[in-house]
């Protein structure tokens, strides 16, 4: 795929005189600029690391700028690109204002590719319905990053593609219009087809040039006239849709029953969930009835946080008559006294 730009390479960073002052004078050897009675005398130059010097491995006009790729790549990728401009969800999906659009593909009469002025292209198009997408392209916006102030501060969106078959007059009257591109049937551009590699452009043909694509790129039933031995790359599925199939009675009917699969429930901790406890503790159950009545509707408190009231409940003291105390006195005095039994 060939780029759009040309070979370009950096050559800033060397437009002043410097040599480095060598060893022995406890600096660094990067050159640095001669003369003197200025700031800029001595300071250093040319390396990537100073001030206005040359960028790291600065890029070479030598670059391998472009690719190659098989023919036959090439033109699928034009053929997909020219299917998918036939969509209306794909056209629409890259962004161009078709609501108001006949039909797509738009196809218009042979005359207009005799048009020859701005102006009588630009009331063609528009009676087409097609100013929402001009005034699109008019707009500009702003760049993102550093390219704002490096003369590509603003932004255009690229509209409708205008394929003719023969140029008498169209090229010229659309060139100065904002958006609009065009192109030869017998010669058509991928990166216009698809720019930025998104298919879905909105094309406009030309009558010729919509009849002359059977002899360009052939048909299903017979080859291309102008390609040798070229047909356009067909869908390996007769019926694309694939939710109809797999549903159909057929495939149903043939396919496995599903599976069921075994639920395994969730390990709660019952210290923390109450309703859980409760199905564990049977005697927890009845108080937790009532306490959850204190509670909001939607408070999930801690089963820890509720038994806490309760345990302090259950700590009462014993209280022991004197002729009960009287009794068990010989008891204690076996267990802890002088005479205990557990020597």
């Known amino acids: 795929v060939q780029n759009r730009e040309g070979p370009h390479g950096i050559r ?35 390396a990537n690391m100073c001030r206005g010097g040359r960028m790291f491995a600065p890029t070479k006009v ?25 969509v209306p969800a ?10 108001a659009v006949d039909e797509i593909p738009l196809v218009i009469e042979q005359d207009f590719s005799s048009v020859k ?3 009588a292209a630009l009331n063609t198009l528009q009676a087409f319905h097609l100013s929402p997408e001009l005034r699109r392209c008019k707009r500009r916006y702003k760049r993102a990053g550093r390219g704002k102030s490096r003369n590509r501060r603003w932004k255009h969106r690229l509209g409708p593609l205008i394929i003719y078959a023969k140029n008498d007059g169209i090229a010229q009257s659309v060139r100065n219009i904002r958006g609009v591109d065009f192109c030869n049937v017998y010669s058509l551009n991928l990166l216009k087809l698809a720019p930025g590699g998104h298919v879905g452009r909105l094309i406009i043909w030309t009558e010729d040039a919509f009849k002359a694509l059977n002899d360009v790129y052939g048909n299903n039933s017979r080859n291309a006239t102008l390609k040798k031995n070229y047909r356009p790359p067909r869908s390996i599925m007769t019926n694309s849709d694939l939710n109809r199939i797999i549903n159909s009675q057929e495939i149903q009917s043939a396919i496995n029953p599903k599976r069921s699969r075994k639920v395994f429930e969730k390990k709660r901790n019952p210290l923390k969930h109450p309703d859980l ?47 009960e105390k009287e009794q068990m006195k010989p008891y204690w005095k076996n267990v802890f006294g002088d005479d205990k039994i557990f020597k």
């Open 12 to 46: 800033a960073g060397h437009q002043v005189a410097a040599k480095s002052w060598g060893t022995g004078r406890a600096v660094s050897r990067v050159p640095r600029v001669k003369g003197g009675g200025t700031h800029r005398a001595g300071q250093g130059a040319y």
């Open 277 to 323: 406890y409760a199905k564990l503790n049977p005697l927890f159950d009845q108080q937790w009835q009532e306490l959850k009545k204190d509670y909001k509707d939607n408070a999930i408190p801690s089963t820890t946080r509720v038994l806490k009231p309760l345990k302090k409940k259950q700590r009462v003291m014993i209280q022991l008559s004197k002729e």
């Open 117 to 119: 002025k701005t102006r």
């Open 62 to 86: 030598w670059r391998r700028w472009h690719r190659k790729i098989n023919t036959n790549q090439k033109r699928y990728a034009v053929c997909s690109a020219v299917a998918a401009s036939a």
């Open 90 to 99: 794909l056209v629409m999906a890259r962004g161009h204002r078709i609501q």
